[in-house]
């Protein structure tokens, strides 16, 4: 397991441990509520919803960088979606942004990965999405 992958297993099992202890703090504000005590099942009831927050964050944490690793190219879209990709099978592999093109074919094999101006014909052995662009002005 890659290390990226090792930390997204663990921020989630944060995460579960954070739902666990909110779901605790609800049934406690539940008891706090029946044994007539208000303001303290009010609180008890914002720690669960703090614990839910912190679960939420954990979780988006987690698919940050999961989003993050090497995927293998099987599983790239092929939609014309622009990725960066690993070429391998070459002297010096290297990154490379481009897209699946059907249009694209080496020896009538059908579609290929391009960056637009040329057939790329080579091996594509992994992806990942690229980042969102900047935000423009501010």
Partial sequence: MSPSSELAARLEKMAVERESLGKRQRTNASFSLADGCPNIARIEGELAMAHEVVAADLRAAAQAVRE???????????????????????????????????????????????????????????????????????
């Avoid at 939609?79 to 481009?98: H, M, N, S």
């Avoid at 990965?113 to 790329?120: E, F, I, K, P």
């Fill in 68 to 138: 993050r690793e090497w995927r293998p190219i099987a599983e790239a879209p092929k939609d014309g979606t622009e990725i960066l990709t690993w070429v391998g099978g070459v002297a010096e592999p290297f990154k490379y942004i481009c897209r699946w093109s059907d249009s694209y074919s080496i020896h009538g094999l059908g579609g290929n990965w391009t960056d637009g101006l040329c057939n790329m014909g080579i091996e594509v052995t992994q992806w990942m999405p690229l980042p969102a662009p900047p935000e423009v002005g501010g």
